[in-house]
C-alpha cells in the first residue's frame, strides 16, 4: 500500500463491528428491553383483520343494512287475477242465455200454433160433433179454397145434445194462423154453457168452396205464448247484465292488482327510507 491510499492495510485500521446482532448494515432488530414499549412486529396496513384503515373489503360499514335480494335479479313476477277467462266464461254464459230463450220462444210460439190449430175440420153444408169446453175457448175457424168475385158469406150453427143452441159471436180483432198447410181465418167465438157434445154445421153461399174447423182461441193458450216471450226477454238479458257484471268485477280486481305489483319494490327498501343522492 502506498501512502497516500486511505485503505486500512492491516486489522487495526478496520472499523469495529456493531456488537448488535445483524450490524450497522443489517436488518434492525425488533427486541425491546423488558418493561419497555416495543412494536411487537413490523408495521402493518391497519388494525389486524382491517385493510388501510379500517374494515376488510368484504364487510359493510357499520349501520349499513344489506337490501335484501339487491343486485340479484328480480322474481317472477306473479300473474295478474282474477283471469280474463272469467269474462270469456261469462260471455259463453251470456251467448247460452240468449240460445235458450230465443229457443224457448220459439217452442212456445209453436206450441201455441198447434194448440189453436182446427182439431176437426168439415167441408161446407156437412156438419160434425165436437166436445166442447168453456175453458178452452173454442172458436171456429175457415179456410177459403176457392173464393168467388165479391168475397164469401158464410152461415153457422152450433147446438147441444138436447137442441139448445151455443152462441156465435164475431170475434173483436181478426186472428189468423197457419197450420196444416192452410191459412186459418177466426170466425166465430163458440159460446158454450158447459162442457158438452155439441153439433156444428156451416154453409158456404155461392160457389164458394169453404173448409171449416173448429179450435181454441188465442187466449186459450196466452199463458203458453206469455211464458214464451218471457223466456225471450229475461234469459238473454239475464246472461248479458251477468256477462257485463263479471267483465266490470274482474278489470277492477285485475286494475288492483295491476296497481299493487307495481307498488311493491323489488328486494326491499333503503335503511333510511330514502335511497342516496334522492
Known amino acids: 500500500m502506498t501512502e497516500n491510499d486511505p485503505r486500512p492495510n492491516d486489522e487495526t485500521a478496520r472499523p469495529p463491528r456493531s456488537p448488535s ?3 450497522p448494515y443489517g436488518p434492525p432488530s425488533y427486541n425491546a428491553p423488558s418493561g ?4 411487537g412486529g413490523p408495521p402493518g396496513y391497519g388494525p389486524p383483520g382491517g385493510g388501510y384503515g379500517g374494515p376488510g373489503h368484504g364487510a359493510p360499514p357499520p349501520g349499513f343494512q344489506q337490501r335484501p335480494g339487491y343486485g340479484a335479479a328480480p322474481p317472477a313476477r306473479v300473474p295478474v287475477k282474477p283471469s280474463v277467462l272469467w269474462i270469456v266464461l261469462a260471455w259463453i254464459i251470456a251467448v247460452v242465455c240468449i240460445g235458450f230463450g230465443v ?3 220459439a217452442g212456445s210460439l209453436v206450441k201455441t200454433v198447434n194448440d189453436l190449430a182446427p182439431t ?13 169446453d168453456p175453458k178452452d175457448k173454442p172458436v171456429l175457424y175457415a179456410s177459403v179454397t176457392t173464393s168467388a168475385p165479391g168475397g164469401t158469406s158464410v152461415t153457422c150453427l152450433a147446438q147441444d145434445a138436447s137442441g139448445g143452441k151455443a152462441s156465435l159471436t164475431r170475434p173483436v180483432a181478426a ?8 191459412v186459418w181465418e177466426l170466425m166465430f167465438n163458440i159460446g158454450v154453457p158447459a162442457p158438452g157434445t155439441y153439433t156444428i154445421g156451416c154453409q158456404a153461399e155461392g160457389d164458394n ?3 171449416f174447423g173448429v179450435g181454441k182461441s188465442l187466449t186459450a193458450s196466452a199463458g203458453t205464448l206469455v211464458g214464451g216471450v218471457a223466456s225471450l226477454i229475461v234469459l238473454p238479458l239475464g246472461g ?7 267483465t266490470i268485477v274482474v278489470l277492477v280486481r285485475r ?9 311493491a319494490p323489488y328486494g326491499g327498501g333503503w335503511p333510511q327510507g330514502t335511497p342516496p343522492g334522492a
Open 21 to 23: 446482532p445483524g450490524g
Open 36 to 39: 419497555a414499549p416495543g412494536h
Open 103 to 105: 229457443a224457448g220462444f
Open 120 to 132: 176437426q175440420t168439415f167441408e161446407g153444408g156437412a156438419t160434425i160433433s165436437a166436445v166442447l
Open 175 to 182: 186472428q189468423t194462423i197457419s197450420a196444416n198447410g192452410r
Open 209 to 211: 168452396k169453404v173448409l
Open 240 to 246: 248479458f247484465l251477468f256477462a257485463v257484471i263479471v
Open 255 to 263: 286494475n288492483r292488482s295491476r296497481k299493487r305489483q307495481a307498488a
